[in-house]
T-cell receptor
Framework: AQSVTQLGSHVSVSEGALVLLRCNYS??????LFWYVQYPNQGLQLLLK??????LVKGINGFEAEFKKSETSFHLTKPSAHMSDAAEYFC??????????????FGQGTTLQVKP | GAGVSQSPSNKVTEKGKDVELRCDPI?????LYWYRQSLGQGLEFLIY????????KSGLPSDRFSAERTGGSVSTLTIQRTQQEDSAVYLC??????????????FGQGTRLTVV
């Protein structure tokens, strides 16, 4: 079965500090992995995605993530946190490219708090 | 349209009543998803439509829940005999598919359902 685990439901960092949000996955097929951000009372916005190829992927707002197959991880990082980064972040998995496996499996989410 | 549109944005209903939630996907997107997000919870998969294929209904929590997608475009999620535990934000998303390969999912703003 496919699953996504986000370690830490709440993460608090100071403005300017490194942001690290952890995501581990389980999949029997090569996964497609995504990070989404959700601001209060809004839908989800895609930050970045890994499909195939380069394992370090860069997204919007200075975020990046690295796919590590050996560790079954896809952690999200940003070198320097801004106040505007405060939001809920979701890691998601799709079991490959085929439209037959289109269901997206989400982690429980991590709320990022940025302190001034 | 420019994005995924959901209506209504808010719905308050009495316990036992039926409700219909509507989703207009991005024009041309063949895949459509419904998710449920309860307070403090992650995203719970409900149902997935892809083109003319039979939908993946594996996430529907009970037979009170059903969904249709007419003409491969607009979708309606129906909840019959609503219960208080149905209170949640219902999110719709859509993806395009080229040669059987799905793009990332684009989300609507959600419908907040409150059952009183």
């Amino acid at each position: 079965a496919q699953s996504v685990t986000q370690l830490g439901s709440h993460v608090s960092v100071s403005e300017g500090a490194l942001v690290l949000l952890r995501c581990n996955y389980s999949s029997s097929v090569p996964p497609y992995l995504f990070w989404y951000v959700q601001y209060p009372n809004q839908g989800l916005q895609l930050l970045l995605k890994y499909t195939t190829g380069a394992t370090l992927v860069k997204g919007i707002n200075g975020f990046e993530a690295e796919f590590k197959k050996s560790e079954t991880s896809f952690h999200l990082t940003k070198p320097s946190a801004h106040m505007s980064d405060a939001a809920e972040y979701f890691c998601a998995l799709r079991g490959g490219a085929s439209s037959n496996t289109g269901k997206l499996i989400f982690g429980q989410g991590t709320t990022l708090q940025v302190k001034p | 349209g420019a994005g995924v549109s959901q209506s209504p944005s808010n719905k308050v209903t009495e316990k036992g009543k039926d409700v219909e939630l509507r989703c207009d996907p991005i024009s041309g997107h063949t895949a459509l998803y419904w998710y449920r997000q309860s307070l403090g919870q992650g995203l719970e998969f409900l149902i997935y439509f892809q083109g003319n294929s039979a939908p993946d209904k594996s996430g529907l929590p009970s037979d009170r829940f059903s969904a249709e997608r007419t003409g491969g475009s607009v979708s309606t999620l129906t909840i019959q005999r609503t219960q208080q535990e149905d209170s949640a934000v219902y999110l719709c998303a859509s993806s395009s598919s080229t040669g059987g390969v799905l793009t990332e999912a684009f989300f609507g703003q959600g419908t907040r359902l409150t059952v009183v």
